[in-house]
Each structure stands twice: as C-alpha cells, then as structure tokens.
C-alpha cells in the first residue's frame, strides 16, 4: 500500500489559478510531465521581469528537451494577461497565481521565505537591483485591489525547481 505523508496530501489540495480565475490542483502541473517551475515572487518585480526575459530565451530549447515552463506568481488572476503582454510571454508558457497571494502558500510549500532582510537593506541585492534597472527592468505596474503599489507579499522569495511525473 502507498504511504502518505502530510506533505504529499497537503500537495494535493493545494491549487494556483490560471488567468480566468479557475482552480488549478498545483501537483497536476507535473503529474504527467517534467517541468521548469518558476516561482516569481510577485509581477512588479523587476527581478522577475528580469527573469522571465532570460528564460524566454532559452525557453524553446527547454521545450526541445522535453521540459516545459510554467511560472507561478504572487497577483491577480486579472494581471496574468497584462504581464504576458508587457513581457511577450509566448502562450506555450504557463502562466498562474498563488490562490493567496498576501499568504502564498504555494510558495510556502516549496520552503520559499518571505523576509524583509532577503530583499531590502542587503547590498548585493541593492547592486543586482542596479544592473536590473539598468537594464531596463523596473518595479510597479501592478497594484493590489486597495490601492498599494504589488499585489502579494513584497517580501517573499522566489525559486526555481525541476520537477516531473513522480516528483
């Protein structure tokens, strides 16, 4: 008989959405294939955008190797849309947000902190921050329903993992 731990069930019931607000079980995503999941900490994030740039790049070659891309984020199943656009997200990328994104708990799963001192006040940080702008990537442009500058936690780390059928 298969065994099963808290954390596999609590995999189970936990969902993202997609960009017309549907439910999504988060373990069906690899379930069946192998995946490159990213987890961006939230749309305004100029290291995200940062990111999401270079992956598109080497996106077709992970595809040739049979991985595909699939980003979660921290926001709105309303800004996924504008996010693919602003950052010409080719639709074979997946694109979905944490069900709770001022308490992720997707990203939680994963063992990604939320922290103050992971993002602000840490001079490398501060000087990767520079390069990213310099490169043009810059934060904002996604505001929560009540009017602040991100929708999410500001303050949550993201990550990336490789996972595929049995993970």
């Not at 069906?28 to 294939?33: A, F, G, I, Y």
């Not at 080719?90 to 922290?115: C, G, M, N, Q, T």
């Not at 929560?144 to 999410?152: D, E, K, L, R």
């Amino acid at each position: 008989p298969m065994v099963r731990t808290r954390g596999a069930s609590v995999m189970e019931s936990l969902i993202v959405l997609d960009e017309a607000g549907a439910p999504v079980q988060i373990q069906s995503l690899w379930k069946s294939r192998r995946i490159l999941l990213v987890m961006l900490r939230h749309f305004g994030c100029r290291f995200c955008k940062q990111q999401v740039a270079s992956l598109k790049l080497v996106h077709e070659r992970l595809k040739a190797s049979g991985t595909e891309l699939v980003l979660i984020s921290l926001g709105t199943p309303e800004q996924i849309p504008r996010f693919r656009e602003e950052m010409a997200v080719p639709a074979s990328i997946e694109i979905y947000v944490d069900a709770k994104p001022d308490s992720p708990v997707a990203h939680a799963l994963f063992r990604l902190r939320s922290s103050r001192d992971c993002v602000v006040g840490n001079p490398s940080v501060a000087a990767l921050g520079e390069g990213a702008l310099a490169q043009g990537f810059e934060d904002g442009g996604y505001a929560n329903a009540g009017g602040g500058p991100y929708t999410g936690d500001v303050f949550q780390v993201g990550g990336v993992f490789i996972l595929g059928a049995g993970s």
